[in-house]
């Protein structure tokens, strides 16, 4: 667990550009991120605060006594909060990368992002996250949502590494160049234009996917995208696949409809604790 050490940190936008049409990196820079970084416990799964979009003030949570929480005096500021993926850390060079996906203004974060600049600021705090167990055969699912977390993943697998990975974008274009091991097997799903969250092309390729039948051989499958997603191969891959609960992470990225604070406190992002990250 990430102590919060010199968090929350303020962080600085250096440069943002389109790495495919519908995801935009932000580049972070400077003492922030040197501060962020100082804690490599606290990548990849970062929690972003942002400024008040009415005002443009950015309020940070403060540190209880003993440095070990987070507290919120202000509750809008803790619905200001975002989680994302830092896709690459260089605590050397003190940069930072988050790759957001543009679903336009609805979203806070996205909105941000639609409109970043260098020189803006926002607030990072907290952090963690679960790296993948050696495995026999990975199964790797996800959304664009997933996509960064998907890539930081693909890099860090051993040499060896067998399996297969689904990632669902909208189109062709989206399809980004992965650092992964040779024996895994990149499967882009596209969308066409219907709108994120409302396909079952993860649900249909997972579940019409063949699991290899060697003997003893150790699965890892991990699944992150929309919550509905999730649910249904969360249950597919227990009650089909028969796969145990620590052979297997599964957690709802977002939710349709709903803002991640909402869906964070009205089901913790369908986490099951008893998963691998217990
Ligand atoms: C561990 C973790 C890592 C994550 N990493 C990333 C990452 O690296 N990059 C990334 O882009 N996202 C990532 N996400 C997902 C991201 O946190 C959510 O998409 C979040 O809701 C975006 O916040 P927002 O303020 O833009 O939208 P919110 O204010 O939370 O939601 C507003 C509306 O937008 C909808 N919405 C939210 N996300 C999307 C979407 N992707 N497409 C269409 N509609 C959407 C919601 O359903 C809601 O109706 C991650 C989530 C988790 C739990």
Do not use: C
């Amino acid at each position: 667990m990430a102590s919060y050490d010199q968090l929350p940190a303020t962080i600085t936008v250096a440069s943002v550009r389109d790495i495919t049409p519908n995801m935009r990196r932000v580049t972070f820079a400077g003492a922030g991120v040197t501060a962020y970084a100082s804690d490599e416990t606290r990548v990849p799964n970062i929690k972003l605060i942002f400024p008040n979009p009415s005002t443009g003030v950015l309020s940070l949570p403060v540190v209880n006594d003993d440095g070990s929480r987070l507290q919120w005096p202000d509750p809008a500021v803790r619905g200001r909060v975002r989680t994302y993926t830092v896709r690459r850390l260089d605590p050397v060079a003190a940069e930072m990368d988050v790759d957001f996906v543009r679903h336009g203004d609805e979203g806070l974060a996205s909105a941000w992002a639609e409109r970043a600049q260098p020189g803006d600021t926002i607030g990072a705090a907290a952090g963690g996250g679960i790296t993948a167990p050696v495995a026999d055969r990975y199964l790797i699912v996800g959304d664009e949502t997933a996509l960064p977390a998907i890539g930081r993943m693909l890099e860090r697998l051993p040499a060896a590494a067998v399996g297969t990975v689904y990632v669902e974008v909208d189109a062709p274009a989206e399809e980004q160049d992965l650092t992964a091991p040779a024996g895994l097997d990149i499967v882009w799903l596209h969308r066409h234009g219907s709108p994120a969250g409302t396909t079952t092309l993860l649900t249909d390729a997972v579940k019409n996917h063949t699991f290899p039948d060697v003997p003893g051989e150790k699965v890892f499958a991990w699944v992150s995208a929309e919550s509905a997603v999730v649910l249904d191969l969360r249950r597919h891959l227990r009650n089909n696949v028969g796969m145990d609960r620590k052979s297997t992470l599964v957690i709802g990225y977002w939710k349709r409809g709903v803002s991640e604070t909402g869906y964070g406190k009205a089901a913790d992002h369908d986490r099951d604790f008893t998963e691998h990250d217990a």
